[in-house]
């Protein structure tokens, strides 16, 4: 089958490349069949023949890293990293730029635990089931965060700033030093990393000078072989308060309660409050209840919501520690709902001794929340519009209001959430929808830019896309004529004057593709 | 009297160049006499000729610095960025290179609070003064982070990874979006602030792709011209635990009670266990005990610790919130120190309602501490010693016992403090000084020197240090022969061509000075 090379190279210069890389990894780990360029694609994707990669090399050691890289330069070949390429609703495994060669980062499992700090330093292969499983078998005392999607990359989430369900469900807050292997094939410590040996790598931050972490998140300025990331200690007890809510205009006084508990840190989860959708899509499908274009009637929501026995909204907090400390929590946590009208409330309790809770708020890996993509029948997906509001209800309601207008316009059904920060709120909207439905399909882009649209004029700005939109939303970040992006990409030609790493990344283009930009 | 000028400039050359920035700002804001080259030195400096700059100009804009820098890669004239210059222990206004020109921020004085937010938008020339009696002057319920020597800039010291003694102590850690002008005059806005308006600048940290802010700490990449930092919300209640302790053995056992309680967030302030000199420097001075060279004996300090009723080391642990949960708090870590031999314990309460409390602890800015200089008589400083250990009490206290034999072999009173960071501990070594004594001050240097060299060999790097010892401490950060240090520098010429910022600061050196690296 036709495939789309890297950009700039001929067949014979490609297949040059694919065997120099073949003799730094071994052939079997160059991947280049039709079978392994669609493996590579973004299953979720509008188009996924916008994103198709030409092959797939996968190292497994640092060392192999820095072969690869330097051999990219040589031949002048776009590469992809990918941690396990599992960012569903962003990508997957695919590349911005079509026909650049996915580095599959999925065979480096590497793995340290230092129990008495509560630290890891994982590779980006580690995902959060070998997390979980090391830390079981080895009876280590830790939590784990992980999110809804939890067969992913302990790395690659955190470096796309993924979130999860406890205290240290910020997963790129926990991020303490990486190594990394620069566009140039140099490998790079950062934090107190950059001193040879030094025991505080996983425990401070900063280092000495400029600190590098949130420079490589989110960016391609270099490829993440290790990072290092904080962990919670298994809690003395794990209190809970489930609450559902009947109105969608409750939305505001939720969200005026919730935000001084998360800004003065007596709620240390960031709780998020979720339509309807987001739990009915993991437990029934649309055609259960309805086999209508449009977005559903409200009687098909209320009956939905009766058989399940649904809010139209339902949130969940959680409180880690000793017990004086939670239960005085959740007290004041109560307190702040008092006199409001909640549809229910329940309250749960862990305590150590107790049999393991398997929940994601105690850490446990669950992949159940991917069932929504089943939503609609046939092939599903979906893609995440995800702007950043301010944390008062004014602001959230509007912004629901909004959106949900335009889900009805383009007959859509709503599936949003917002997801309480300490000053902020990611408003997490699911797009989802059947692939194999082409009229459906036709909808969606648009249906994107729309939101985009009315969330920039509200001077939004998302804190994550799919490559789709990454040239769309890097264009709203508008101040001096984009002055940050300008920054990003004179930093980027500096670092990588061939352009071989993940160009186009977060909108990112050095110069040599400066054409690609959509 | 003769001075330098910057390196590579004439004298004319120079002239003229200070007429470009009289254009810019105003004859009158830009100051080159003898006195001005005085004002902006080093008045801690082991010697001030070291870093002592051929003038100063300060713009009292953005638009200003621009022209500023602007005209310095035209005149290749290097600027040293000060906000209020009392960075003291680590260089003061004085610039790493002689004969720079020193950046005067101190009259950029705009000052926005989001008070429902709680947040801060600060130029640099804002004061922890100017702050507070902003915040008093308008009944704002909000209370300041400030460090022991609070005449300094709120910017500033959240630039230079200052500390202070709240949950919102670690000041970096607080800043949220900056505006900064580019060496080239280009100015940037970071994370939300990249959205022209968006009103998630102060909220929300980490914006689209890269996230930049932790670049502009420490470095020389580009000028901060307002930075944006969280703030605390006045609390219903702040309880305290004060405690002594007797020996100074008793080092490793406070440090493993306390280090649970930070790693779990129980403790959410970051405690400083300081050595009896830390108190008593700024009570009573050397020669009211002792007249004799070499460090204190023991009797001596015994009789000082008496007079004042001091331990050996100290503590004092702050809880800010609701009541429940601040009483349930202290309880548990009263529980943690119990059968411990505390020497004494103090417990303090405030409640919303009560009088202030016009401590640093609840965020009242102080300079006592300050006093400290006087220690020895004569023209005081002092110079800091701050290595990062692991949280661990083993690890503290060889780290103590090593210290202290060097303060002994030198003839020097030790004073140091462990701040119990969440995974780590900064360990601040006060070097007290009497400038006026030429055989104290030859030994400052070797000492300190010592010191560096004894931490390298644990491989224990500096968090922060003098402008003396910056290319020092950069050196021991030597992963792949300082592949950190060769990043940074790479970034720097980038950015910064002409080599025009900072040059020398934490190590950096554009291309223009490399010859000055010492």
Not at 321 to 350: D, M, Y
Request: proline share 6%; glycine share 10%; aromatic share 12%.
């Amino acid at each position: 089958m036709a495939f789309d090379l890297p950009p700039g190279l001929t067949a014979r210069e490609f297949e040059r490349a694919l065997a120099a890389f073949a003799g730094a990894v071994g052939e079997q780990w160059v991947l280049a069949t039709d079978e392994d360029r669609a493996t590579y694609s973004d299953h979720f994707a509008i188009d996924e023949a916008a994103h198709r990669p030409s092959a797939a090399v996968a190292p497994l050691t640092v060392e192999e890293v820095q072969a690869v890289v330097r051999l990219a330069n040589e031949h002048k070949v776009p590469l992809w990293p990918i941690s396990r390429g599992k960012n569903f609703g962003y990508g997957g495994a695919a590349p911005r730029l079509k026909g650049s060669v996915v580095l599959d980062l999925s065979r480096m499992k590497k793995l340290e635990i230092d129990v008495e700090n509560g630290t890891a330093l994982v590779e980006p292969g580690v995902g959060f089931y070998d997390l979980y499983d090391y830390i079981k078998k080895n009876d280590i005392p830790l939590w784990l965060s992980v999110p809804g999607n939890s067969w992913g990359s302990v790395c690659g989430n955190a470096l796309d700033r993924g979130v999860g369900y406890t205290t240290y469900g910020d997963h790129t807050a926990q991020i303490c030093g990486l190594e990394v292997v620069m566009p140039d094939g140099d490998l790079v410590r950062t934090g107190m990393g950059a001193m040879t040996n030094a025991p505080t790598w996983q425990l401070y931050r900063y280092g000495f000078g400029p600190s590098w972490d949130q420079m490589f998140v989110q960016s391609n300025f270099g490829v993440v072989t290790k990072l290092g990331l904080w962990m919670m200690r298994e809690p003395e007890t794990m209190l809970g308060i489930d609450m559902e809510f009947d109105k969608a205009d409750d939305l505001e006084w939720i969200v005026d309660t919730l935000a001084p508990l998360r800004r003065e840190g007596i709620l240390r989860q960031a709780p998020s409050i979720g339509s309807w959708l987001r739990g009915a899509a993991v437990l029934t499908t649309r055609a259960e209840w309805y086999d209508k274009p449009g977005a559903l009637p409200d009687s098909v929501i209320d009956a939905i919501r009766k058989k399940f026995s649904m809010g139209w909204w339902s949130l969940s907090m959680r409180f880690y520690g000793p017990e004086e400390i939670t239960a005085a929590t959740a007290k004041v946590v109560r307190k702040a709902f008092n006199g409001r009208p909640v549809l229910s409330i329940k309250e749960t309790a862990w305590r150590q001794g107790d049999p393991p809770e398997l929940s994601a708020w105690a850490g446990v890996p669950i992949t159940f929340p991917l069932q929504n993509a089943n939503w609609h029948g046939g092939r599903g997906g979906h893609v995440g519009f995800s702007p950043v509001l301010p944390a008062n209800g004014r602001a959230a309601l509007a912004q629901f209001h909004r959106t949900y207008a335009r889900y009805k316009e383009f007959g859509m059904d709503y599936h949003g959430s917002f997801a309480m920060g300490e000053r902020h709120i990611t408003n997490v909207n699911q797009v989802l929808f059947n692939k194999d439905d082409p009229e459906m399909m036709a909808r969606v882009d648009k249906f994107f830019r729309a939101l985009v649209d009315d969330a920039t004029k509200q001077r939004y700005g998302e804190y994550r896309t799919h490559l789709d939109y990454m040239d769309l939303v890097a264009s709203t970040y508008d101040f001096n004529d984009r002055a940050l992006l300008r920054l990003n990409e004179k930093v980027k030609n500096a670092l990588d004057p061939n352009g071989i790493l993940a160009p186009g990344k977060s909108g990112i283009w050095p110069a040599r593709y400066a054409g690609e930009r959509s």
